[in-house]
């Protein structure tokens, strides 16, 4: 199994609040990237980093921002939680850009 | 955004049966990735495809990318109770180059 471990697991928090999810790898790959994953929708591409400082927005970005000031971690920031982004989030990395990506164990936040 | 429509959505088998599932798109794909889910965890990669024709096997899994480069399918010979779980397909298209990922097929194993 690729190194990859995400904390918290689980989370809940109240509306407004900020939060911050971590991702932390031991693999060295470059890539790093952060899905949601929702009943009907599949994975979705949040956020993902090419590199230390290096990120982009991926499909459903909107109140979400990253940070990657070290290859083995990748964060994920919610400013100001809301109920809709109640969610499983899944940390993934890969050697290259999409290339068959591994992926964490996942965290469930709740916002209530 | 772009669709992968993944068929069946649920499946119920008994044990030792064999398993068909695919993923169809009406755009062209470079790469097909196959990836299992069990409950509270995250998904784990099958098998990567990367010609069009290419057939590859895990096991007991063997997966094909379509020679029209707009589907994938995976098969599970003899099924075990192990093999319960969600099965994902996921694509990327050429020209985008971010995974596309389908809703999952959901495996049950029938006593």
């Known amino acids: 199994d690729a190194g990859i471990t995400q904390s918290p697991r689980h989370k809940v928090t109240e509306t407004g609040t900020p939060v911050t999810l971590r991702c932390h790898q031991t693999?060295?790959?470059?890539?790093m990237y952060w899905y949601r994953q929702d009943p009907g929708h599949g994975l979705r591409l949040i956020h993902y980093s090419y590199g230390v400082k290096d990120t982009d927005k991926g499909e459903v970005s909107d109140g979400y921002s990253v940070s990657r000031s070290k290859t083995e971690d990748f964060l994920l920031t919610l400013e100001s939680a809301t109920s809709s982004q109640t969610s499983v989030y899944f940390c993934?990395?890969?050697?290259?850009?999409?290339?068959?990506?591994?992926f964490g164990p996942g965290t469930r936040l709740t916002v209530t | 955004g772009q669709q992968l429509n993944q068929s069946p959505q649920s499946m119920f088998i008994q044990e030792g049966e064999d398993v068909s599932m695919n993923c169809t798109s009406s755009s062209i794909f470079n790469t097909w990735l196959w990836y299992k889910q069990d409950p509270g965890e995250g998904p784990v990669l099958l098998i990567a495809?990367?010609?069009?024709?290419e057939l590859t096997s895990n096991g007991r899994l063997t997966a094909q990318f379509g020679i029209t480069r707009k589907d994938s399918f995976l098969n599970i010979s003899a099924s075990i109770p192990s093999d319960v779980g969600i099965y994902f397909c996921a694509g990327q298209l050429r020209g985008n180059e971010k995974l596309t990922f389908g809703t999952g097929t959901r495996l049950t194993i029938i006593p």
């Open positions: 495809l990367y010609k069009a024709g």
């Open positions: 693999e060295n790959h470059r890539y």
């Open positions: 993934a990395i890969s050697e290259s850009f999409v290339y068959e990506q591994y």
